[in-house]
């Protein structure tokens, strides 16, 4: 589920592996009574094989159910049916919608503001982090933690980090 994916690799910072050689693709919605999103990712999940990442993924994505691919907001799914948008996290946390899934990654505020902090290092380098930037990182995320991770926060600690101030520019 590309929502679920997208939500693990950028806001999370736990990308799933990539999928394995001839996974079968998803059957089309067809038939007699289309299915929903929920019901073809539980048939694609039968797979072990796909199941291992799917368990992860898909939660994360059905919080987004009630969007369409072009982000219009919808009440019901292909099947005409009420959009169950339901999920539970791999630590057991359960949540609803988007709202949901919000103050369950707020939660546990360490894993976002890892991501975040890494994802504007990178900008601001405008290059990739490498293990020796770690240390830097972490010490942003604890000085912007004093400060209830305010945004201004992790701008503030990342222009004072050794790796943007000792940047070159090629």
Known sequence: MLRGKWILENLLGTPPPPPPPNV???????????????????EHRTNAVCASC??????????????????????????FEPI???????????????????DALLARP?????????????YGLGRGIEYYDQPAVRQVMREAGQ??????ALI???????????????
């Open 147 to 152: 400060h209830e991770y305010r945004f201004s």
């Open 110 to 122: 360490d894993r976002f503001v890892a991501t975040l902090t890494e994802k504007l290092m990178i």
């Open 24 to 42: 079968p693709a998803l059957k089309e919605n067809g038939g007699t009574r289309p299915q929903s999103m929920r019901e073809r990712m539980a």
């Open 156 to 170: 503030l600690g990342i222009v004072k980090s050794v790796p943007f101030q000792m940047r070159t520019h090629e």
């Open 84 to 102: 169950d948008r339901s999920g539970v996290l791999p630590d057991g946390t359960t949540f609803t919608g988007v709202a949901g899934l919000r």
């Open 54 to 79: 799917h368990s992860m993924m898909d939660p994360p994505g059905f919080s987004l159910e009630s969007f369409d691919a072009v982000g219009r907001r919808r009440t019901v799914d292909e099947a």
